[in-house]
DNA sequence: GAAGGCCTGGAA
DNA sequence: TTCCAGGCCTTC
């Protein structure tokens, strides 16, 4: 479940490797992940070249040469891999969807997602023409100032962790760094925000960047399908405090981690160090 | 504002 | 066979 973290890796790690180079040929294997007809995307997207790779919430925005920009969205069990002519294992690889070949040297970027909740699109790079779903999206939380952060929040009346996890409002949160950021402030995931108090709601900002930054410098988290450009797995999730351990001792205070139904989502949270 | 359904496929 | 995951949409 690739959350801001593991998007910003991502981003980072294609960066390298793909800036400046020129896409050479597509393989649409799986049209239906396209927002693009596909004859249209293969037509628009071949010949040009990748002028640098960005991230917004939880999108990667390749931006290619002549306007254009390439949107990818990773859903829960997205993945990039990228193979030079060395790398290339001899296995072959169940649900790809998508390869983008380069030439000198050869290389490919491949799109693999087992659920397919994923999805490929292009605009104008001109940001008043990005998808309708990025141009939606709220602030960058890394970008968020505490105050501001503490209160836009203080005036929203719904639970805090579905706040955390709706993207028009912050960008870039999913399950596991909301819960995480929540545990760390010592905030209910089921609390009204705007019964929350201000200094805590600063706190929370705090945590919030804490959590997203130590998870970028361990690569992100891989829970199940989540790996780095190269096949590798992040190492974020073995620091874990709440999320997925439901049942288990809090590591600060030895209470049990209950678990907590959230409109169809499970969080988890520290009885004792959570209020 | 909250809950439930839908999409898909793997795990239990 | 049932449950679950995240994002989005519809319904209440």
Known sequence: MPELPEVETLSVQLNRVLRGRRISKVQIRTPSILETPPGEFEAQIVGRQIARIKRRGKFIQM???????????????GQ??????ESRPAFLLSHVHLILFFDNPPG???YRDIRR???????????????????????????WKEEDFALFFKTRRARIKSLLLNQTLVAGLGNIYSDESLFRAGIRPLRRADKIAHDRLRRLHRSLCEVLKEAI???????DDYRHLDGTTGRFQEFHRVYGRGGEKCQTC????RSVRLSGRTSSFCPRCQK
């Open 117 to 143: 909740f994923g999805h490929i699109g292009l605009s104008p790079a001109l940001e008043s023409q990005f998808p309708e779903e990025v141009r939606r999206l709220g602030p960058e939380p890394l970008d």
């Open 108 to 110: 490919r970027l491949i």
């Open 217 to 223: 410098r361990w690569g992100g988290s891989s829970i």
């Open 63 to 77: 931006e290619l040469s002549e306007n254009l920009a390439l949107w990818c969205h990773l859903g829960m069990t």
């Open 80 to 85: 990039l891999f990228f193979q030079s002519e």
């Open 254 to 257: 030895g209470s049990s981690i």
